[in-house]
């Protein structure tokens, strides 16, 4: 019963977050932007954490044209990776979930590689109707720092995370193997 709640409420503070923003922001302005993207990756990861959803869906299986990453690496994945090393994202984020060998370990962060891409396409999403929303109303060019923002901030990590999942997968067989 509790958990309904959770997620109605999370949900209100969402949509009522979006809307102050709107409303006490200029919306074609980079912090508008950078406020949007956070405050939506805070409640979207309070809402996946609530919901605790099991992801089987073969939505996040490897498709065929994904093979090998090679379509990622051509958009520039290696460079998003480097950039997340260079800023020091990397070191905080293997601080507070590291890597271990364990089988069970990998099977954990290949369930968080979906859970963060789930997490990155509805802030995508959002952020994208919000974006054309900002075009329509003020013009294009002062909707680029939200494009720009909605590039970095969740279409290239949901790259990161189609490209890392056939490898964790890979190592959980490995893993399994032995």
Same mark, same amino acid.
């Given at each position: ?145 939200? +494009? ?6 969740? +279409? ?23």
């Amino acid at each position: 019963m509790k958990k309904p709640f959770f997620l109605i409420a999370i949900t209100m503070a969402a949509v009522g977050s979006v809307f102050a923003l709107m409303h006490y922001m200029r919306m074609d302005s980079f912090t508008f932007a950078w406020a949007l993207n956070l405050s939506l990756m805070f409640y979207v990861l309070a809402f996946i954490e609530t919901s605790k959803v099991q992801l089987t869906s073969t939505f996040h299986d490897e498709k065929e044209w994904e093979r090998r990453g090679k379509i990622y690496e051509l958009l520039g994945i290696n460079f998003f990776r480097k950039l997340l090393v260079w800023i020091g994202w990397e070191k905080l984020t293997r601080k507070s979930h590291p890597i271990e060998k364990s089988t069970a370990a990998l099977m954990n962060l290949h369930l968080q590689t979906k859970n963060s891409e789930l997490g990155h396409l509805i802030i995508l999403v959002i952020v994208l109707g919000v974006t054309i929303f900002v075009a329509f109303k003020f013009g294009v060019l002062k909707s680029l720092w939200l +494009l720009l923002l909605n590039v970095l901030l969740n +279409l290239y990590p949901v790259f990161l995370q189609r490209y890392n999942r056939p490898r964790i997968q890979r190592a959980i067989q490995l893993s399994q193997r032995r």
